[in-house]
């Protein structure tokens, strides 16, 4: 069945991917139509989830931001699968990094990176890096339930010297690296919610709260790899620019979970600045004191 389900939508996937991009933004008007106000997908979560972080705006203020929020998702999600088939020049074009040299710097010092991002703008573009890059670049990421897309996204990724692990495969991986002298960079987005049973530190997100994702600080402090964060940026439709911005570089020395709030201040001031380019439907703040 799964087999089926491929199958029969690479075609689809396929054809999406090739259209010009004037028709493709089209396309993408066509699906956000049909996303907001027919299917009405996670509506009640976006609303829940802007009032909560953004309770000094009025409810006309939320809305605008949410209808946009909904025209970006389906743009980010069809620029997705425009990844199939867009070639590497058009790429860089479209997704310009403005201080690669940054990373340039590490490798010269010989120091392994985290790279921490956030679900914001358009992240899966972030895999461009690659291909500019010395480092073995690695995205830790949740391995898809249908064998044969998880297959086709390593394939486009592939395209660009991106090389995804599972998270549960990250630890003995990196340990590896730093026994064999493999310098590497590791891309984590850790804004999301952990499970309850999972969470161990709690910090204020957008003025709340919450259970936090620590692992990107933990692997910092256990393998001493110095943290960036990306910060990406929407320029116009289609087109992104990513920032590499600095956070540890002595990750021992660091007093208890300053990395993860730093990193947590550098989201906050990415949603405050353009707040219709965050993932709204994950239920972010479900778990709250």
Known sequence: MQFLVYILAYPLLWIISILPFPIFYLFSDVVYFIVYYLVRYRRKTVKENLAIALPHLTDKERKTIEKKFYQHMCDMFLEMIKTMTISPEE?????????????????EKGKSVVLVAS?????EWLLTLNAQIKFRGIGVYKKIVNPYFDKLVRKIRSKYDAELVETKKIIPLMAQNQRDGILSLYGLASDQSPKLDRAFHWDTFMGIEVPVHTGAEMLARKYNLSVL??????VKRGYYEATF????DTPKKADGFEITHTYLKEVEKQIL??????LWTHKRWKHRR
């Not at 790429?91 to 490798?107: G, P």
């Not at 679900?119 to 992240?123: L, R, T």
């Open 91 to 107: 790429m860089r074009k479209r997704f310009v990094l403005t201080n690669v040299e940054l990373i340039k710097e590490y490798e």
């Open 119 to 123: 679900h914001y703008a358009s992240w």
């Open 229 to 234: 964060f990306v910060k990406v940026k929407k």
């Open 245 to 248: 911005i600095p956070i540890c």
């Open 273 to 278: 600045e353009a707040p219709e380019y965050y």
